[in-house]
């Protein structure tokens, strides 16, 4: 069970991993594992994940083990499980991603660092990946240096409505600018030509 629990929070986010996650949190087993039923907690609340508290408070039990329960092989100390400790603590990152796109429409990408207690670098690659996996919507304008979450929710058929609604305004647009232009020129012709009368 305890090899269940570490997996199922290694495994990548999606609707299986999130049902099978909910459907392990169940199991009334967990009641005699109190700190992996503590983690499944963290994962499965809509709430942030401060990585150096989960460190401090789970680190020893998950990788050692603690309180007469032998440690479990997935966090060893050798090179699989020092892999798959750093893939821990990058979930708990995409974790923390997901919720401030559930929270938040704009945040600014200083702030979402200083969250996820990243680099700013870090942590704009870390929001990238996860939108070219599809995992969050978001868009960034690095000018202003602001995340812009709020596109996730729009429909398809609104967004294809809000493209031709743009669509529409840029060709008013170049209408009017055209037909200035051709006023313009008419303007200019009957100057010239009123002073070659003359």
């Not at 743009?166 to 100057?191: A, F, P, S």
Request: with cysteine; glycine share 4%; charged share 30%.
């Amino acid at each position: 069970m305890r090899n269940a629990v570490l997996f199922i929070v290694l495994a990548k986010y999606d609707n299986e991993q999130s049902d099978l996650i909910h459907r392990i949190k169940g199991e009334k087993i967990l009641q005699d594992l109190p700190k992996y039923k503590e983690v499944l907690d963290k994962f499965t609340t809509s709430e942030l994940i401060n990585q150096d508290a989960f460190c401090q408070q789970f680190e020893q039990e998950l990788r050692a083990g603690s309180g007469g329960s032998p440690p479990t092989d997935v966090f060893s100390k050798t090179e699989a499980g020092e892999a798959r400790w750093k893939d821990l603590l990058t979930r708990i990152v995409e974790h923390n991603i997901r919720i401030m796109a559930k929270y938040y429409t704009r945040i600014s990408l200083t702030r979402m660092a200083e969250l996820l207690a990243l680099p700013e670098a870090k942590a704009e690659d870390s929001l990238s990946e996860m939108v070219v996996s599809g995992a969050v919507s978001a868009k960034t304008d690095r000018l202003e240096g602001i995340i812009d979450f709020s596109q996730q929710d729009q429909d398809p058929l609104e967004n294809l409505n809000t493209w031709s609604n743009n669509t529409n305004k840029l060709m008013d647009l170049v209408m009017k600018t055209t037909h200035l232009i051709n006023k313009e020129e008419m303007v200019h012709k009957t100057l010239g030509m009123g002073s070659m009368n003359e």
